[in-house]
C-alpha cells in the first residue's frame, strides 16, 4: 500500500470517528470557522490545535505561515475546481501546526512520492540542494527565503505527483526564487566554530566538539539512500582524520506500527549503516551500534505518528 492509500485510510477512519464523536470536534480554533470551509481541513488532526508560531524560531514561523497558506489555498481550490488533492491540503495544515509548535519539519522526499524516475531525480537535486542550504547556515542566515524554499518545494513536488502541470510550474518558479536567495545569503563554512576560544589542535578540537551525522531512511525502508551514503563517506572522512576515535551508530524508528516491528526494523537500519561503514574501509573493531527501535525518539510525537525526523540512524565520532 502506497502513502497515498495509507493516508486514505487513515483519512477515512478518523472521518468516521470524528462523525461519532461529540460535536466539538468539528469546530477550530477560532470563533465561527467551520471545518466544511475548507474540505477535511484540519478535522483528521484529532489534537485541533491553532498555530501559535509566536515563540517559534524565525526559520518555523515562516514554514507555519507558509504552509497553512498553501493548505488553505489548495482547499479552496478544491472546492472551486475538484481537482485538488484534499489530502495534500491536509498534510500541508499538518506541517504547519507541528512548525507553530517548533518541532521540526522537513522536505518531502522524492522516495516517499509516486513519481516518474526522470521527475524523481530532479526532484532528489532539488531536495539536496535545500539540505546544502540549510547546512550552510540559511534558516538562520535567511529564515523567510530558507522557509519559503522548502514550503514551494512541496507545492511542487506534490503538483507533479499530482499531475497538476501549471500549479507545478508555479510552485517551482517561487522555489528557485525563493532557494537562490537563501543561498546567497548561506554563507557558513561548516568547519567554523564562533562565539568561544578554543585550542584549535586536531583531538582537542575533537574532544570539545565531537562530530555529529545523520542518515535518514524512507519509511519502513532500512536502504541506505543516496544522501544517506553521502553522509557515510562524511563519516569516513572525519574517521581517517580523527584515527583514534570510536564511530557510534544508533538507529532509530518513528512510532508508526507495532513495537517489535520497530525494533527489528531499527536492527536493519543500523546494520546497514554499520556494513555502509566496513565497504568504506572503516574497521569493525572502531565501530559500535545499537538499535533503539521506537523508545528513543530524536522528535518526541506520542505513538502511533510518522515522523521523518525519528526515522534516522545516528553517527557520533567519540
Avoid at 215 to 222: H, K
Avoid at 260 to 267: F, H, I, V
Wanted: hydrophobic share 45%; charged share 25%; with cysteine.
Amino acid at each position: 500500500m502506497n502513502m497515498k492509500a495509507r493516508f486514505l485510510l487513515g483519512a477515512f477512519l478518523a472521518l468516521c470517528l470524528s462523525f461519532a464523536g461529540p460535536a466539538q470536534a468539528f469546530v477550530f480554533n477560532t470563533p465561527n470557522e467551520h471545518v466544511f470551509e475548507h474540505p477535511f481541513g484540519s478535522l483528521f488532526d484529532t489534537r485541533l490545535l491553532g498555530i501559535d508560531a509566536t515563540d517559534s524560531i524565525a526559520f518555523n514561523q515562516g514554514l507555519a505561515v507558509g504552509y497553512s497558506e498553501l493548505s488553505d489555498r489548495d482547499g479552496d481550490q478544491w472546492l472551486e475546481t475538484n481537482q485538488w488533492d484534499f489530502l495534500d491540503a491536509e498534510l500541508f495544515k499538518h506541517k504547519a501546526r507541528t512548525a507553530g509548535r517548533d518541532s521540526l519539519v522537513l522536505p518531502e522526499h522524492p522516495d516517499d512520492r509516486d513519481l516518474e524516475d526522470e521527475q524523481r531525480a530532479s526532484f532528489r537535486d532539488a531536495y539536496d540542494r535545500i539540505h546544502r542550504a540549510f547546512d550552510r547556515g540559511a534558516r538562520f542566515e535567511a529564515p523567510a527565503e530558507a522557509a519559503e524554499a522548502q514550503v514551494y518545494y512541496d507545492c511542487w513536488i506534490a503538483a507533479v505527483a499530482d499531475g497538476e502541470a501549471d500549479e507545478a510550474a508555479q510552485c517551482r518558479a517561487a522555489y528557485e526564487e525563493a532557494i537562490a536567495a537563501a543561498e546567497a545569503a548561506a554563507t557558513y563554512a561548516l568547519t567554523d566554530f564562533e562565539g568561544y576560544e578554543r585550542d584549535l589542535s586536531p583531538m582537542s578540537a575533537m574532544a570539545e566538539h565531537p562530530r555529529a551525522f545523520l542518515v535518514y531512511f524512507a519509511f519502513d525502508r532500512s536502504e541506505l539512500r543516496a544522501e544517506g551514503w553521502r553522509v557515510v563517506e562524511e563519516v569516513l572522512a572525519a574517521a581517517a582524520e580523527f584515527s583514534d576515535t570510536t564511530v557510534r551508530v544508533v538507529a532509530h524508528t518513528d512510532t508508526s506500527g507495532p513495537v517489535d516491528y520497530n525494533q527489528a526494523l531499527s536492527e536493519r537500519r543500523a546494520n546497514a549503516v554499520v556494513g555502509a561503514l566496513i565497504e568504506g574501509g572503516l574497521l569493525r573493531s572502531r565501530i559500535t551500534s545499537e538499535a533503539v527501535g521506537q523508545n528513543q525518539p530524536l522528535v518526541d510525537t506520542g505513538d502511533g505518528v510518522r515522523e521523518q525526523a525519528n526515522r534516522v540512524a545516528e553517527i557520533d565520532l567519540l
